[in-house]
């Protein structure tokens, strides 16, 4: 009977609708930024807001397989408190009555690092940890994804979200999920946090549901570097730094090629720092992609991100070239 009652829980539990099982995940933190962070893979719909979490200043962590979702906010409530990733981690097993069906991994900020993985976990399930990360899967194709993950992220050189990502591609080109893939999440925060919380959230991006998430967080994460340096541009602008403005912006481009917007605001500010002859090309180039930026030029004027010269600004139109029917009317 005892067998029985626990098949049906276990089974009510594989119902629930929070269960991401066939998941795997990396929490690590950067030792030379502080930075912490998380990344998963799963073949489960929109997995971002379900196993990954993380708090500047205080750690992150990664509950999966049935999951129990309360792990992530009590856990770093505990890491908040003063507990090592290690004590919060055994502190909410212990309380859990379905203990082995989870699979959870914690890191706090000082890179104390712990990972756990049920009994009843579903094969092949495993973890391993090493010197600042964890890395965990269940319902994989083979026994050997979780060991390529732990090789992927400390042969990667680059920052902590290039590391992320190479621990999750080294899973997935070692068999993965053993039914596919289908969403996909990356999470970064700052180890200090800092009076302004808008900037201690350093990376925040998922895939819902897509054939090969991985890659596609990766493309999403080569936008967010692009768009970074678009930021870091104006910012440079602002304090009269036009050399290094220009050299990030060309960063931006060289990262998003296809671009417009950023292409756009490039021109822009080139043209509004009297830099006509390199700002040129570039309007050329956006305004015959897309004929639509060249309505938004006359209303950068009222913020004063071009000036108020009315004939500066049908010069920069008329570099748009001639719509097709005003070809054949000429």
């Not at 990664?62 to 090592?84: C, I």
């Not at 000082?110 to 090493?130: F, H, L, P, S």
């Not at 748009?320 to 000429?330: L, S, W």
Request: charged share 25%.
């Amino acid at each position: 009977m005892s067998a029985r009652i626990g098949a049906l829980t276990l089974l009510a539990l594989l119902a629930l609708p929070a269960s991401a099982g066939a998941t795997f995940s990396i929490v690590a933190r950067d030792p030379d930024t502080g930075d912490i962070g998380v990344a998963v893979q799963s073949h489960y719909f929109a997995v971002g807001p379900i196993v990954p979490w993380a708090e500047p200043g205080i750690g992150a962590v990664a509950t999966q397989s049935l999951v129990e979702v309360s792990y992530g906010p009590k856990g770093l409530d505990l890491m908040r408190n003063g507990k090592t990733a290690k004590e919060a981690l055994h502190e909410l097993l212990a309380q859990d009555d379905h203990a082995d069906v989870r699979q959870v991994a914690m890191i706090d900020t000082r890179g104390n690092v712990e990972g756990y993985t049920g009994k009843r976990c579903i094969a092949d399930a495993g973890d391993k940890q090493g010197e600042n990360y964890s890395v965990q899967a269940n319902l994989m194709a083979n026994g050997k994804v979780w060991g390529a993950m732990a090789r992927g992220f400390e042969a990667s050189k680059g920052d902590l979200a290039e590391r992320l990502l190479a621990a999750l591609e080294a899973g997935q080109a070692a068999g993965g999920d053993i039914r596919g893939q289908q969403s996909a999440a990356i999470v970064i925060v700052k180890g200090k946090r800092s009076s302004q919380p808008w900037a201690d959230r350093i990376l925040d991006l998922r895939v819902d549901d897509s054939p090969k998430p991985i890659a596609e967080l990766r493309r999403l994460v080569t936008q967010w570097r692009a768009y970074r340096n678009v930021d870091r541009g104006d910012a440079f602008v602002a304090d009269n730094k036009v050399e290094d403005a220009m050299k990030a912006y060309a960063e931006a481009s060289r990262l998003a090629p296809g671009n417009n917007e950023i292409l756009f605001w490039q021109a822009a500010t080139l043209w509004k720092l009297d830099r006509e002859k390199e700002a040129t090309p570039i309007f050329r180039k956006v305004f015959a992609r897309d004929r639509r930026w060249v309505a938004l030029v006359p209303r950068l004027v009222p913020p004063g991100l071009l000036d108020d010269d009315h004939q500066d600004v049908k010069r920069i139109q008329a570099l748009a070239p001639a719509a097709a029917g005003a070809k054949r009317h000429r």
